[in-house]
């Protein structure tokens, strides 16, 4: 059985390191992504140019999208190379290469600059992801570049950092609650990860409890960095029984069915909303510390 996997793997190189990045995508299923290449004119580019490293959706990532989002890239060419071009980075890139929070620049350009791509290490290295998709098939060499295959299509990184995005109506109570904590400005730094409550959430927080925790800096300061995590975790690093340390110093816990997640006794409404320093959890309840002596209250 081993020396069957081996002569695969020998196989699957071998097939890899005489074909052109295209050929090796079509090879590898990916036939969605070669028919939008086509569509997109890179076509040529994938053929004959490079070398190219691709982080390639599979055929299941693209049914996954939202179907006004395909419409709009199969009706908008610009946003179709624009999308395409988020997929692949010049040169050869192995997976060995890659470290966590390493940012790579991808083809996508934006008033002059490339958007990044933000690489990522779960699990001593076993799960690795490219903002927030995970690559499930890595190091398929071809003759003019790399291919991983990605479980999720990308979508190209905001320039709005954490602060920026707190700026949305729907999380003004939060940065509200970080002003009068006086920690704005930390979160400029960075990677974080924030499991940020909506306002709604602070709206259901039984009455006098917010303007309790707005008039005493010290408790808002352990509430809030009970919701800080350092370092970047997308949903695709979540698993059940999972335990994150926060800023504040107690852990949260997180427990999933593979659909919906919850952290502690939250749901996570919106989930892996990119910012330029880290990754932001939409959550529909204000988590407190000592979480086991306290009910959320739920939305």
Known sequence: MQAACICLSLLTVAFGQQHNLADLAQGLGATTFIELATEAGMLDMLTMGGPFTIFCPTNEAFENLPGDVMERMKTDKQMLMDMMKYHLTSGMMMSSHLTNEMMIDSMMMMDGMPIGIRM?????????????????????????????MVGRVMFPMPMKSIPEEFMEPELSYLMTAIKTAGFASSLTGGPFTIFAPSNDAFMKLPPGELQMLMANKTALTEVLTYHMVDGTFWSASFHNGMSIPTFEGQNLMINTDGMKVMVNNADVMIADIACTNGVIHMINSVLMPHMMYRSPVLI
């Open 120 to 148: 990522n290490m779960y699990m001593h290295g076993m799960l690795m992801t490219a903002n927030g998709s995970p690559i499930i098939k890595a190091d398929q060499m071809a003759t003019n570049g790399m291919i991983h």
